[in-house]
C-alpha cells in the first residue's frame, strides 16, 4: 500500500521557515518523480515544485522561486520542501504527491497523495 506522509506544518510569522517532510512508503520511492502541491481554501491545488528520482528539480513555480527548496533523500524515502522567506499567501494545506505524468507546459497528473500538513503565515 502506498503511503505519504507529511509532517513539519505549523504557525509562522512572515519572513519565517518552515521545512516539510513527507515519508513515503509502500513503493519504490527512488524510481519516481515526487512534487509538493499546495491548496489555500476556495482556491484551486497548485502545483509548487517537481524532482525527479535522481533528486534533479524539474519545475518550481514562480511565486515561491528563491525562496522554496525541494530535495529528497532516496535512502530514508523522505521527500523535502524547505520554504524560506514565508508570505501570508503561502498559507495553504501542503501535500506532497507521486508523480503519474509529468510535462513541463502539457498535463501533469500524481496518483497518490498524503492527507497534507497545514502551513499557516500569520503575523
Known amino acids: 500500500e502506498v503511503q505519504l506522509v507529511e509532517s513539519g506544518g505549523g504557525v509562522v510569522q512572515p519572513g519565517g521557515s518552515l521545512r516539510l517532510a513527507c515519508a513515503a512508503s509502500?513503493?519504490?520511492?527512488?524510481?519516481?518523480?515526487m512534487t509538493w502541491v499546495r491548496q489555500a481554501p476556495g482556491k484551486d491545488p497548485e502545483w509548487i515544485s517537481v524532482i525527479n528520482f535522481r533528486g534533479e528539480p524539474l519545475y518550481t513555480t514562480d511565486s515561491v522561486k528563491g525562496r522554496f527548496t525541494i530535495s529528497r533523500d532516496n535512502d530514508k524515502n523522505i521527500l523535502y520542501l524547505q520554504m524560506d522567506s514565508l508570505k501570508l499567501e503561502d498559507t495553504a494545506q501542503y501535500y506532497c504527491?507521486?508523480?503519474?505524468?509529468?510535462?513541463?507546459?502539457?498535463?501533469?497528473?500524481?496518483?497518490?497523495r498524503g492527507q497534507g500538513t497545514q502551513v499557516t503565515v500569520s503575523s
Open positions: 509502500g513503493f519504490s520511492f527512488g524510481s519516481y518523480a
Open positions: 504527491a507521486r508523480v503519474s505524468l509529468w510535462a513541463l507546459t502539457g498535463s501533469r497528473e500524481y496518483d497518490y
